[in-house]
């Protein structure tokens, strides 16, 4: 079993309508959650970066951490064609840099006009 | 602007034949890392390094080499290519600082390399 599990889509939705991506994990000391989005041929870049559970937002973008229930969600509000990418959750035990993030396989969210 | 810059972004080789892709950051970043993305098993790191001359394995290192003798440069290198390398390559750089947003990882556009 991974220690992080993502629905690999792809999930195809109409502009404006609310989009929910998920992940579930195992390892319990996961404390530091984050969304990076792919833009096709691109590298991942940092969209939203969250620590323990609770909410966080940021525009249209509001990431949920439920560690209970070791289950992170990202939700975007009035999906935007500009929306359509891969969305990658990643985790680690700590914060700062050069801790290792283990990362979801992705979901692949296309916004049709 | 601030970037990591690899090369080559497409490579097409054949087995045994010794390849080296390159990546550089002018971050200023300490710690850079090399991941391979395939289908269905998302991003895997193949080896890290913390600052100059100091480097480890990650979680898939076998059949890459990495050195790290400047800041700013972390090459990846294949000795004997073989078909199972196959795949999209991501050079990524962070600060190594605390804090939030220290854990941040700025990645390279990617190197896509197939190898027959």
């Known amino acids: 079993q991974k220690e992080v599990e993502q629905d690999p889509g792809p999930l195809s939705v109409p502009e404006g309508a609310i989009v929910s991506l998920n992940c579930t994990y195992s390892?319990?000391?996961?404390?530091?959650f984050m969304w990076y989005r792919q833009y096709s041929r691109k590298g991942p870049e940092l969209l939203m970066y969250?620590?323990?559970?609770g909410n966080k937002e940021d525009g249209r973008f509001t990431a949920q951490v439920d560690k209970s229930s070791k289950y992170i969600s990202l939700f975007i509000r009035d999906s935007q064609p500009s929306d359509s990418a891969t969305y990658l959750c990643?985790?680690?035990?700590?914060?700062?840099?050069?801790?290792?993030?283990?990362f979801g396989t992705g979901t692949q969210l296309k916004v049709e006009l | 602007e601030a970037q990591v810059t690899q090369n080559p972004r497409y490579l097409i080789t054949v087995t045994g034949k010794k390849l080296t892709v390159t990546c550089s950051q002018n971050?200023?970043?300490?710690?850079m890392s090399w991941y391979r993305q395939d289908p269905g098993l998302g991003l895997r790191q193949i080896y890290y390094?913390?600052?100059?001359?100091?480097?480890d394995k990650g979680d898939v290192p076998e059949g890459y080499k990495v050195s790290r003798k400047e800041k700013r440069n972390f090459p990846l290198i294949l000795e004997s290519p073989s078909p199972n390398q196959t795949s999209l390559y991501f050079c990524?750089?962070?600060?190594?600082?605390?804090?939030?947003?220290?854990?941040?990882?700025?990645f390279g556009e990617g190197s896509r390399l197939t190898v027959l």
């Open positions: 971050m200023n970043h300490e710690y």
């Open positions: 390094s913390m600052n100059v001359e100091v480097t």
């Open positions: 990643a985790m680690s035990p700590f914060t700062g840099g050069g801790n290792k993030l283990t």
């Open positions: 990524a750089s962070s600060l190594l600082s605390r804090g939030k947003s220290a854990g941040e990882l700025f």
């Open positions: 969250t620590y323990s559970s």
């Open positions: 390892n319990s000391a996961f404390q530091y």
